[in-house]
Nanobody
Framework: VQLVESGGGLVQPGGSLRVSCATS????????MGWYRQAPGKQREWVATITSGGTTNYADSVKGRFTISRDNAKNTAYLQMNSLKPEDTAVYYCEGSGRLDYWGQGTQVTVSS
C-alpha cells in the first residue's frame, strides 16, 4: 500500500495550491480519504474528509477556502487550497481510512511573502 502526496511548495499569501494524494494497493473507491496538517511545534490537525459517497467535511479554519475531491478512476484525492494564509503553513498528510488506515509521507506547504 502506498499513499504519495505531491504538489506542495511555496506560495504567497492569498495564493492557491493543489496537493494530490496518489494511492496504490487499496480499493480506493471504498475508502474515506482525509487531509491533515502539522505545523512546526504543533499537533497534527484534521483539515478535510471525503467519503466514498462524496460527502465532504471541513475544519472551520479552512471552510470556504479549501476543497477536497477525489477521482476514483485515478485512485487519487486532492485538496484545492485557495486564499492561503501564513497560518496554513504545514506539512500536509493524506489518510486513507477503511478496514485499515494508511498515511502518506506528507508534502510541505509554505505560505510566505
Amino acid at each position: 500500500v502506498q499513499l504519495v502526496e505531491s504538489g506542495g511548495g511555496l506560495v504567497q499569501p492569498g495564493g492557491s495550491l493543489r496537493v494530490s494524494c496518489a494511492t496504490s494497493g487499496i480499493t480506493f473507491s471504498i475508502y474515506t480519504m482525509g487531509w491533515y496538517r502539522q505545523a512546526p511545534g504543533k499537533q497534527r490537525e484534521w483539515v478535510a474528509t471525503i467519503t466514498s459517497g462524496g460527502t465532504t467535511n471541513y475544519a472551520d479554519s479552512v471552510k470556504g477556502r479549501f476543497t477536497i475531491s477525489r477521482d476514483n478512476a485515478k485512485n487519487t484525492a486532492y485538496l484545492q487550497m485557495n486564499s492561503l494564509k501564513p497560518e496554513d503553513t504545514a506539512v500536509y498528510y493524506c489518510e486513507g481510512s477503511g478496514r485499515l488506515d494508511y498515511w502518506g509521507q506528507g508534502t510541505q506547504v509554505t505560505v510566505s511573502s
